[in-house]
């Protein structure tokens, strides 16, 4: 049995500037969170206690993870990252044990921020959870989150689909400081992320000209899947040989993108 479930990886090199669609208020409050990081001894003599632990909730593909990097990126801070389902073992204590590594790992290496994704695997309401060894593997995260000092320089990022799955417990202030909705991206959004995913690309002219309309028509799509259009888009004009993106390459890519996906309000382009 596998006691450690966490990807230990260096430093992400990913920047907030490369998560489009946040909106201005958003990036104002994370801008405002992060400063409070950096300078923690300035925030305390301002009253205001730096957060132990985040949540980013929202939509699947919508940049939580990429937020996740971007802030363990401005912190300098190596980066821990687990899926929720990573920790469920039928073995009672196995689940409990692997937090508990990952918070040692993890504290070793800080400044370190220690990213959970499907946290509502890890932390659902106790009753809904079910099982004693489910309910053991919460007791001790919650032990770990309530460290006190020993997590001075370890941040907590968790993301789920399913705000409304997670235990209370695990939500408390202390633990879970500070909750964002990242939601589906809207038309300005929707933009920013396709700049940020041409940046670099050879478009053909035309197809650089109907970017704006492509952000209208979009309606519905989230980052993760403007982002895997542009790479369908080119690897479709390398293998037939085009020197850069065409608007046939682009319309195919969009059509496999929406028959990808089955709820999909795609306007005319
Ligand atoms: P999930 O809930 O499925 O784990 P997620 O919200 O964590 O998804 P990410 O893993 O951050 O989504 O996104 C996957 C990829 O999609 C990113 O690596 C990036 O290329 C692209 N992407 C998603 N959202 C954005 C965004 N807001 N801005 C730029 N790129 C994005």
């Known amino acids: 049995m596998k006691n450690s479930v966490a990807k230990s990886q260096p430093i992400p090199t990913i920047s907030l500037k490369d998560v489009g669609g946040l909106g201005e208020e958003m990036k104002e409050e994370i801008l405002q969170t992060l400063s409070t990081l950096k300078e923690p001894d300035h925030a305390i003599k301002l009253g205001i206690t730096p957060p132990q632990g985040i949540l980013f909730y929202g939509p699947p593909g919508t940049g939580k993870t990429l937020l996740a990097q971007a802030i363990a990126s401005e912190l300098n801070a190596s980066f821990f990252s687990a899926s929720g389902s990573a920790f469920n073992e039928l073995f009672v204590g196995v689940g409990a044990s692997r937090v508990r590594s990952l918070f040692q790992a993890a504290r070793k290496q800080s400044p370190a921020v220690i990213f959970i994704d499907e946290v509502d695997a890890l932390a659902g309401r106790r009753k809904a959870h079910g099982g004693e060894e489910a309910e053991k593997t919460l007791t001790e995260l919650l032990v770990q989150l309530d460290g006190g000092h020993s997590n001075d320089g370890i941040l907590f990022i968790a993301a789920t689909n399913r705000k409304d799955m997670l235990d209370e417990a695990f939500l408390r202030p202390g633990r879970i400081d500070f909750s964002f909705h990242v939601p589906l991206p809207d038309t300005k959004g929707r933009r920013e992320i396709i700049e940020i995913h041409t940046i670099g690309k050879s478009l053909a002219p035309e197809v650089?000209?109907?970017?704006?309309?492509?952000?209208?028509?979009?309606?519905?799509?989230?980052?993760?899947?403007?982002?895997?259009?542009?790479?369908?888009?080119?690897?479709?004009?390398?293998?037939?040989?085009h020197e850069a993106v065409q608007k046939e390459d682009l319309d195919y890519a969009l059509d496999r993108t929406i028959l990808g996906s089955t709820s999909r309000t795609l306007k005319d382009h």
């Open 208 to 241: 650089f000209a109907s970017l704006d309309g492509l952000a209208e028509s979009t309606s519905g799509f989230s980052g993760a899947e403007l982002h895997s259009l542009f790479e369908t888009a080119s690897r479709r004009a390398v293998r037939n040989g």
